[in-house]
């Protein structure tokens, strides 16, 4: 696949405007939508992603499947992967929150939405990643939940689109892969650049109840296991750590 580019300088939501035109994109191509502002920004759950002009990344990743797979929910967490690769050699303390969260210890600095839907070309694949690049900390104070910047972290400016540069280049060479050989070329990856350690005190919501357990292992399906209180094993899947 070759990659294809689209930027706006001002967008609804990059991924909003994947969905309304995935029928206009190439399906042989890795598209990528950028923005300089999202005025309509969204996160997983429904929540706001706030998107100031000319601060942070605003991407979203456009493919096409002849047919679903089982894996799907793995391509968020491949999206992670790359952005880790990208953003190491400058914040080599940045880790991934499972599922898919970028963070510095609490501190979130990137998320991933990825949603699916159906096309003329197949089942486009909607992967949406949003990275705090140089918001400075009086602009951080506006979210609702602990962030931070790369700005924040490292004392120093970056420029965003040589960064989306990379991690476009970086996705679309383990998109290929994973595409071929799903979730095990990346498992061990995934672990390893995982925050959590064993017997970490974790608090897992599935939207009907919030458990408290002990961090336990990721499953081959990067699906994560927490052991409960009476000795069980419980598999999260579907999700979020609190």
């Not at 602990?146 to 679309?172: C, D, N, W, Y």
Request: charged share 25%; proline share 3%; aromatic share 10%.
């Amino acid at each position: 696949m070759e990659i294809e580019k689209h930027h706006f300088e001002s967008i609804d939501s990059t991924n909003s405007y994947a969905k309304r035109e995935i029928d206009s994109f190439n399906p042989f191509a890795l598209t990528l939508i950028t923005a300089s502002e999202q005025t309509a920004g969204r996160g997983r759950f429904k929540r706001t992603w706030v998107s100031p002009k000319g601060l942070n990344l605003y991407a979203t990743f456009v493919f096409f499947l002849k047919m679903l797979r089982d894996d799907l929910g793995n391509i968020p967490q491949v999206l992670a992967l790359s952005a880790i690769k990208t953003l190491h050699p400058h914040l080599d303390q940045l880790k991934i929150k499972w599922p898919n969260d970028l963070v510095v210890g609490k501190d979130k600095l990137g998320g991933i939405l990825c949603e699916v839907t159906q096309s003329k070309w197949g089942w486009g694949v909607i992967a949406g990643i949003g990275i705090n690049i140089n918001m400075p900390e009086e602009k951080l104070k506006e979210i609702d939940r602990p962030a931070t910047s790369l700005l924040k972290e490292s004392g120093r400016e970056f420029q965003i689109e040589t960064l989306s540069r990379e991690l476009a280049v970086q996705f679309l060479g383990s998109i290929t892969l994973f595409l071929l050989q799903g979730f095990d070329p990346f498992l061990e990856d995934f672990k390893k650049e995982l925050i959590h350690k064993k017997n970490d005190r974790l608090h897992f919501n599935d939207f009907q109840h919030v458990v408290e357990g002990s961090f336990a292992g990721i499953n081959r399906d990067g699906s994560l296991n927490l052991l409960m209180e009476n000795g069980i094993i419980r598999h999260c899947a579907t999700g979020e750590l609190l």
